[in-house]
């Protein structure tokens, strides 16, 4: 029959002590997040977004001086019946430094949209997979190739129009199969970089630079495409996304241990957060369990709506740049840009 026995005062002492000590050996000791490593990489990824939505973004900008709908000869067949008059009553016609700038195309409503779609026709096939394959052979590689690929397109874009319609669908495909691999395989990184507490912060850190691309390309991207012509667009946010990639492979590494910048103070804290949470590889993929899950089907309808919402903020963007032509003296057919 087995008895309790007592602890002294001093051996109960003792031994507080010593759970104090492991306590504070499992506690992970906080470092400062102001020029640390790990919000440096947050801050990287933040460029590298930016970059990425810009170029995604752009040809929506730049289409309305790219399409030859501003062309009265071609509308009207050559004559001059019918066109507007300013208030002055003489006859408007387009500005004849824009046809010397950049060329223009006879693209049909349907044409613009498959090329505008054409990016999201290569993003289905690479956004789920491309998560696994940094895993697999690490974010720095995947997201690195990724950024390259979708820059150096974006500077040919000007080359394939010229080239045909063809050239350029499929060079925007094969941009939204890169563009989508860096969205998705960046999140592989904060296995190995993102204490669990900072995690929601150092993403929303990384992410917020596709709302800042967004915004950027919408704001000046009219703005080059007037001054400097549209092909300038291209050139110029492919340009910084070549500096953003060679920004990546020199600053990123893939796990905080082969880091060469990084303090010892937070190398161990970031290693000891990390033991302290259950590896994903010791688990079976719940997949039940996720089509269950009524949080991951409201997160599914909440970024469907939202790539809805960019959808039409973009339509409506188009249509507000059409209609500042039309009031600058530039006239578009109705009949070429209405629903058939």
């Known amino acids: 029959m087995a008895t309790k026995t007592e602890l002294s005062p001093t051996a109960r002492e003792s031994k507080n002590a010593q759970d104090m000590q492991v306590d504070e ?77 950049a060329p223009v195309y006879d693209w049909s409503p349907q ?9 999201g026709y290569g993003g289905i ?34 080359l394939a129009a010229d080239f045909g319609i063809v050239f350029l669908i499929v060079t925007r495909i094969v941009q939204g199969l890169s563009q989508c691999s860096v969205i998705g395989g960046q999140f592989a990184i904060w296995e190995k970089w993102g204490p669990p507490h ?15 691309g967004c915004f950027s390309a919408i704001l000046i991207g009219g703005f080059i495409s007037e001054t400097l012509g549209w092909p300038f667009v291209f050139y110029i946010f492919g340009g910084v996304g070549c500096v953003c990639c060679l920004l990546w492979f020199i600053v990123i590494y893939d796990d905080p241990t082969s880091y060469p910048w990084i303090s010892t103070s937070e190398k161990e804290y970031i290693t000891s957060s990390l033991k302290q ?3 994903s590889s010791q688990q079976p993929l719940p997949i039940k369990a996720v089509l269950r899950s009524l949080p991951i089907w409201s997160i599914c309808l909440g970024c469907f709506s939202h790539q809805c919402y960019i959808t039409a903020t973009a339509l409506l963007t188009l249509s507000c740049a059409l209609s500042t032509l039309c009031q600058s003296g530039i006239y578009i057919n109705v009949l070429d840009i209405a629903p058939r």
């Open 25 to 101: 050996v499992l506690i992970p000791r906080k470092v400062p997040s102001l020029c640390s490593a790990r919000y440096g990489i947050a801050l990287v990824l933040h460029f590298c977004n930016f970059t990425t939505i810009a170029q995604n973004v752009i040809m929506n900008i730049t289409m309305v001086a790219m399409v030859n709908s501003t062309s009265p000869q071609s509308q009207f067949n050559g004559s001059s019946e019918g066109l507007p008059v300013d208030s002055f009553g003489n006859l408007n016609k387009a500005p004849e430094s824009l046809s010397a700038k």
């Open 111 to 119: 044409i613009q949209g498959i090329i505008f779609g054409a990016v």
């Open 125 to 158: 096939l690479t956004m789920a997979p491309s998560g696994y394959l940094a895993g697999r052979v690490g974010t720095k590689r995947v997201v690195g190739i990724s950024l390259f690929a979708t820059s150096f397109l974006t500077l040919c874009i000007p």
């Open 198 to 212: 900072e995690r929601s912060r150092l993403c929303s850190i990384a992410l917020s630079g596709m709302l800042l």
């Open 277 to 279: 949470q259950v590896r």
